[in-house]
């Protein structure tokens, strides 16, 4: 069965350092891969898309990379900052239905 | 600003009672999505619809049923309320992947509603 796995549960880091989060995934053939951020209490937020065709996607401070022969996304976030603290979900896509992990709690420090 | 909207951000119903949770979104959006969130087991789809009138199961349809009588508007029933059914309920909304070069699929997601059973 398809299976998705995001690292750990609750990563912590100082202000100012590179967060780096993994997502993991087995039996599956995405079409693309997501991330999205979720606050406390709040729905789900759109970040970033890799198609499977890309290996690298830059959106500010945010950057994913999507590895289909190791079946890994990484999701770093450079310079973070306290406002960065949230739940991170991955999802993958295929057919317009998406999958997600169970998400990774980061925690920036100042 | 794009919008999903779900009717109640909290109810307490009791077990054996019919529920009705209704999500509108105003993007023109053809994909429509019902989502609970558990701690533990993560965000797992019960149904989603890419047309009006028209649905699909997800992962755990069982216990829920859905209808879609208008493009904008998805409403997840359950028929009989049970304590398992305590949880968040997050409505999605999408265009469909692929039909302009830029529609990803992106989901829109609605605040959530937390339903508890009693």
């Known amino acids: 069965s398809q299976k998705i796995e995001q690292n750990s549960e609750a990563l912590n880091i100082q202000e100012g350092k590179t967060a780096t989060l993994t997502c993991n995934y087995t039996?599956?053939?995405?079409?693309?891969l997501q991330w999205y951020r979720q606050d406390p209490g709040r729905g789900p937020v759109f970040l970033l898309l890799?198609?499977?065709?890309?290996k690298e996607k830059r959106k500010e401070r945010l950057k994913v990379t999507f590895d289909t022969t190791l079946k890994q996304s990484l999701f770093h976030i450079t310079a973070s900052q306290p406002a960065d603290s949230a739940t991170y979900l991955c999802?993958?896509?295929?057919?317009?239905?998406?999958?997600f992990g169970d998400g990774t709690t980061l925690t920036v420090k100042p | 600003d794009v919008k999903v909207t779900q009717s109640s951000r909290y109810l307490v119903k009791r077990t054996g009672e019919k529920v009705f949770l209704e999500c509108v979104q105003d993007?023109?959006?053809?994909?429509m999505f019902w989502y609970r969130q558990d701690p533990g087991l993560g965000l797992r789809l019960i149904y989603f619809?890419?047309?009006?009138?028209?649905?699909e199961k997800g992962d755990i349809p069982e216990g829920y049923s859905v209808s879609r009588e208008k493009k904008e508007r998805f409403s997840l029933i359950l028929e009989s309320a049970s304590t398992n059914q305590t949880s968040m309920y997050l409505c999605?909304?999408?265009?469909?992947?692929?039909?302009?070069?830029?529609?990803?699929?992106?989901?829109?997601f609605g605040e959530g509603s937390r339903l508890t059973v009693l």
């Open positions: 993007m023109d959006h053809e994909n």
């Open positions: 999605a909304s999408s265009f469909p992947a692929g039909g302009i070069a830029e529609d990803t699929g992106e989901l829109f």
């Open positions: 619809s890419y047309d009006v009138k028209m649905k």
């Open positions: 039996n599956y053939s995405p079409a693309y």
């Open positions: 999802a993958l896509t295929n057919a317009g239905k998406s999958t």
């Open positions: 890799i198609r499977e065709n890309e």
